[in-house]
């Protein structure tokens, strides 16, 4: 994990970090790892059971968004 981490950090480009099969407290916990990674966006989901994607789909409409605003369509 932390080389392919490494790598997508060193791209330069905006990631979101987005771990699945988080449906309980220790799945939770050992996320904390990844917030330490320096990723803007750390959002820890269950596909399953639908959690945080509401959050997921936020960041992404709000990222893309700002990206059409600074690149306008001509």
Do not use: M
Request: positive net charge.
């Amino acid at each position: 994990d932390q080389k392919f981490l490494k790598l997508l950090r060193k791209k330069g480009k905006n990631t979101i970090a987005v771990i699945n099969k988080c449906e309980s407290k220790s799945e939770l916990n050992s996320v904390s790892e990844f917030f330490k990674t320096g990723f803007k966006h750390v959002i820890p989901i269950s596909a399953a059971h639908n959690e945080n994607i509401g959050e997921l789909y936020q960041i992404l409409i709000d990222d893309i968004t700002k990206f059409y605003e600074a690149n306008p369509l001509k």
